[in-house]
């Protein structure tokens, strides 16, 4: 059963209070909302069953996330904010046809779901421009998929289609962690050997928006008990999987700085802070390296997107071999 998000109840709130034409439009959204999460969504893991969790709950995720990088739901109007949200519902419905180019297949499903007599060809313009612009390559090829965005509008108010797209782009960034897999389904090797390493960061990640601080806490809690720092393979998957942190850490702090350019609303979250604890079965072990703390600030000469070069304690040669110390001594 679905539990409404504190942005689906605000607005019904605000859709209420413009009676009668609201109340239509708070009808839209539930009875798409409806069929999304019961028809849809929660059969996408029949077509990709090695995705990361695609379903109802994802949604809900990212229109939580969404709500709380924005704090205050009235930096948009009424009209923007019920955009919003059915953007959200409709982002990653392409999946359902499989995982390659799913963000270009959103409206045939918005097709289906409101039949002729709902139809509303600009709303549908605005929902699939802002969710096929989650994902994907833009008109000239490059992964810039939010320059091409214009202002539009929608029953008579003026939609800022970027800033809007950059919210959602963000909120769906942002939506990681243990709640997208299985702890059975890799103990049991029940993900493909591909799959596996996207289901291991999502069992071991945690995402924290900060409003107040201004920023998104990244933390990370990694046992290394099953690692044999003797065994070259074993050694060089953890080694990999290190590395894939570092890059998805990197990737999530680009879509800030990316996000908050095309998104004003955006602009408090000027860092990304990230915290990593090694343990070994029920022990953590002791502090192995500073927090890691990305920001706005680029040096000229710098390369800030190796987290090795720039917080060498991180390095493979420096980490591993303290990683191995302090695991025997544990012994």
């Given at each position: ?11 019904k709130?605000?859709?209420?209070s ?35 969790d ?89 992964n ?38 299985s702890?059975?389904?890799?103990e ?19 995402v ?67 915290f ?21 600030l ?34």
């Amino acid at each position: 059963m679905w539990e409404s998000s504190k942005i689906e109840d605000e607005l019904k709130q605000r859709l209420e209070s413009k009676g009668s034409a609201g109340d239509a439009l708070w009808g839209r959204y539930i009875s798409a909302r409806t069929l999304l999460t019961e028809q849809i969504l929660p059969w996408i893991r029949t077509n990709e069953a090695n995705l990361t969790d695609h379903g109802p709950e994802h949604i809900r995720n990212v229109l939580d996330n969404a709500h709380q990088l924005l704090g205050d739901t009235t930096r948009l109007t009424t009209e923007e904010l019920y955009i919003l949200c059915q953007s959200i519902l409709f982002h990653d419905v392409g999946n359902i046809f499989g995982r390659v180019k799913h963000n270009l297949k959103i409206n045939s499903i918005y097709g289906a779901v409101f039949n002729k007599l709902w139809l509303n060809r600009q709303e549908m313009a605005l929902v699939v421009s802002i969710g096929r612009s989650h994902s994907g390559k833009s008109s000239d090829g490059t992964n810039d998929t939010l320059k091409d965005l214009k202002d539009d509008f929608i029953f008579g108010s003026k939609v800022h289609v970027q800033g809007l797209a950059s919210i959602l782009r963000f909120a769906d960034e942002l939506a990681e962690g243990p709640q997208r897999t299985s702890t059975y389904m890799i103990e049991t090797a029940g993900f493909s050997n591909e799959s596996l390493i996207h289901h291991e960061y999502a069992q071991i990640t945690s995402v924290s928006i900060d409003l107040g601080g201004g920023r998104i806490a990244l933390t990370y809690h990694i046992d290394i008990e099953k690692i044999d720092f003797n065994d070259s393979a074993s050694l060089n998957n953890f080694c990999d999987f290190i590395k894939y942190i570092y890059y998805r850490i990197h990737k999530l702090d680009s879509e800030r700085r990316y996000c908050k350019h095309y998104s004003s609303l955006l602009e408090p979250f000027k860092k990304t802070s990230v915290f990593i604890t090694f343990w070994k079965g029920m022990e953590a072990l002791e502090s192995v390296a500073s927090p890691i703390e990305l920001d706005d600030l680029f040096i000229p000469g710098v390369d800030s997107k190796d987290i090795e070069k720039t917080h060498p304690e991180y390095g493979m040669d420096v980490l591993i071999p303290k990683l191995q110390k302090l695991s025997e001594e544990m012994e």
